[in-house]
């Protein structure tokens, strides 16, 4: 009977990771789509790309990148950056790049 709720729980973690990942995938979509709508609304109604090197061009696309960023790390914790076992990697990366300048 424990081992069935114990398996219920893994589901119920599962199906919420699951939906969290969704909501983080429609986000990055809405992102890409209003922006992209925006870039090319402001490119057509200036008259042209020069409208590209103005900060208002990029003001609402860096600061809600920043909340898809907060909603990245939040969904996939911090390992996205720098993977689970990236510190072990790099310490073992840097001891034989040690050992290799000792012994030439």
Do not use: C, P
């Amino acid at each position: 009977m424990e081992n069935n709720f114990t398996e219920e729980q893994k589901y119920i973690r599962a199906k919420k990771k699951v939906k969290s990942i969704k909501g983080f995938y429609v986000h990055l979509t809405v992102y890409l789509l209003v922006n992209g709508f925006l870039l090319l609304s402001q490119a057509l109604s200036h008259g042209g790309w020069k409208i590209f090197w103005e900060w208002q061009s990029y003001s609402t696309m860096i600061f809600w990148g920043i909340g898809i960023l907060f909603h990245a790390f939040n969904v996939f914790g911090m390992g996205i950056l720098l993977g689970k076992d990236w510190e072990n990697r790099k310490i073992k990366e840097l001891m034989d790049r040690d050992k290799q300048d000792t012994w030439e």
